[in-house]
């Protein structure tokens, strides 16, 4: 049973940083390209940042920069590492597998990023 875990999110000053973990299982995770979503509200869910098997990364405009994707294969673990914050980036953030945001497995509960002064 694939879960998807994500965590790391809250409340931040505009400037500040988080950095979001997505813990998966029930899958062989290594082998799978993983991304970031984002879904802000009255919005479309929408791709931020994409790590492949390889480690090769890619970012969405709005965020390349500031945002950086990396994955520990080891503990089946992706990370989202977002530097600048800004109001704008404030959105409950999931990852998945693969780049389509309808999601290649189901999704998990996400975690609320606000970055408010």
């Known amino acids: 049973q694939v879960q998807l875990v994500e965590s790391g999110g809250g409340l931040v000053q505009p400037g500040g940083s988080l950095r979001l973990s997505c813990a998966a299982s029930g899958f062989i995770f290594s082998i799978y390209t993983m991304s970031w979503f984002r879904q802000a509200p009255g919005k479309e869910r929408e791709l931020v940042a994409t790590i492949t098997s390889n480690r090769g990364t890619n970012y969405a405009v709005s965020v390349k920069g500031r945002f950086t994707i990396s994955r520990d294969n080891a503990k089946n673990t992706v990370y989202l590492q977002m530097n600048n914050l800004k109001p704008e980036d404030t959105a409950v953030y999931y990852c998945?597998?693969?780049?389509?945001?309808?999601?290649?497995?189901?999704w998990g509960q996400g975690t609320q990023v606000t970055v408010s002064s």
């Open positions: 998945n597998a693969g780049t389509g945001t309808v999601g290649f497995f189901n």
